[in-house]
């Protein structure tokens, strides 16, 4: 079974959250003072941590940068704030994830599985192969391929490099464009639609997840 540490100051969304984990069969440990948490993650093991920024005694920043240095540990850091995301991800504090508040805890639970199924896929059965082929514009998946446009082939390529991290949609105006034009937030949008209407037709429509206010991010297939 695993376990999740969730570092969360409001008792009783800490006790919510503990609630849908355990019902998906989860140890769950509560942790409600930043000062606490270097302690307890030294000296007991949990699979994952659901960290919250603002906390009383020490923050939710200053606990990832010290947790990664000495556990990779799987981060999910949880914001009140969305335009919080976009300084964190500036920072690269280390999380391997994060989750805007209001959510969902069913959401919360779906995605830190989908992070211990990234950290850890062989639980899983692992996850198929994805096969990008510069020449050709095309990619693979579990032995299934199709054809990209030019734009397509680098957004995918983007959020394959590093399965897991949010891409915002600027990184990603960046790597698709050579020409360095200017285009809107919607045009991404709108590739990303169609890159996913086209994976869809191989089984693959789950791989790419859209952060609410952030951009994109790669998941592994997981059958």
């Known amino acids: 079974m695993q376990s999740i540490l969730i570092v969360e100051d409001e008792q009783k969304l800490a006790s919510i959250l503990a609630d849908y984990f355990q019902q998906s069969d989860f140890q769950c440990h509560c942790i409600h003072n930043g000062m606490e948490v270097i302690n307890w993650l030294q000296n007991n093991h949990a699979d994952a941590v659901i960290l919250d920024l603002m906390l009383p005694g020490k923050d939710g920043l ?16 949880v914001t009140a704030r969305v335009e919080e995301i976009d300084r964190l991800l500036g920072l690269d504090i280390g999380a391997d994830d994060y989750i805007c508040k209001p959510f969902s805890p069913r959401e919360v639970v779906a995605r830190a599985k989908a992070v211990l199924r990234r950290v850890s896929p062989d639980k899983d059965g692992g996850d198929p192969s994805l096969v990008m082929d510069d020449r050709r514009l095309q990619v693979t998946i579990a032995q299934q391929s199709i054809g990209l446009t030019a734009v397509e082939f680098h957004l995918l390529k983007l959020l394959a490099s590093e399965p897991g991290r949010i891409f915002s949609r600027e990184q990603m105006m960046r790597a698709s464009y050579d020409d360095h034009r200017i ?41």
Not at 62 to 77: A, T
Not at 194 to 201: D, G, N, P, Q
Not at 211 to 218: A, I, S, T, W
């Open 62 to 77: 200053q606990l990832c940068k010290e947790i990664r240095r000495f556990s990779q540990i799987p981060i999910l850091m």
């Open 183 to 223: 285009v809107s937030d919607r045009t991404i949008d709108s590739h990303i639609k169609k890159l996913r209407k086209k994976l869809e037709s191989i089984d693959a429509s789950d791989l790419i997840y859209s952060v609410y206010g952030v951009g994109y991010k790669l998941e592994p297939l997981v059958h």
